[in-house]
């Protein structure tokens, strides 16, 4: 899937990099563990990352977010 904005090329994360899904598993795995995927589908939706002494709900950024993010500083 990719959609084109005023000439821009977005397609999904995971598609822009070659190595999103490595990271993501790693990401997830350390919680939900290796079979993640068929547990928890939609664990990098709501998943956060969060590096820091406290928590709250609000605090972080979805899997997704932060490798996205990820991705487009390794470019």
Do not use: C
Request: proline share 5%; hydrophobic share 40%; aromatic share 10%.
């Amino acid at each position: 899937m990719k959609v084109i904005i005023d000439g821009i090329i977005y397609v999904p994360v995971a598609e822009s990099s070659p190595s999103v899904e490595q990271l993501e598993d790693t990401i997830v795995e350390q919680w939900a563990g290796s079979n993640w995927r068929t547990s928890y589908p939609d664990a990098p939706g709501y998943l956060r990352i969060v590096v820091g002494d406290s928590f709250e709900d609000s605090e972080g950024e979805t899997v997704t977010e932060f490798l996205a993010r990820l991705v487009q500083r390794l470019r």
